[in-house]
């Protein structure tokens, strides 16, 4: 059994850093035009006084965010 601890620790982590990837990485408002952007690369655009929405940027592949989120985890540990 112990044999597959190491694939289930990384399964978790692939798993933890999808739902990073998925959040917030900041909100920027500037001029009536509303920028989101996610850790995975992903922004979206609104602008204010029209409603009119727009994305930007490719999701990054998961090996990509996998990476991202290490070296995240990494700089938060001196933190």
């Known amino acids: 059994m112990t044999q597959y601890n190491k694939l289930i620790e ?13 959040q917030v990485k900041y909100i920027h408002a500037n001029n009536g035009i509303m ?14 006084s029209t409603g009119h929405k727009w ?11 996998f990476d ?5 985890i990494a700089d938060q540990r001196g933190k």
């Open 10 to 22: 990384r399964k978790a982590k692939e798993l933890e850093a999808e739902e990073w990837g998925n």
């Open 35 to 48: 920028e989101i952007a996610f850790n995975n690369g992903l922004k979206r655009f609104e602008e204010i």
């Open 55 to 65: 994305s930007e940027g490719e999701e990054q592949a998961k090996e990509t965010i």
């Open 68 to 72: 991202s989120f290490t070296r995240w």
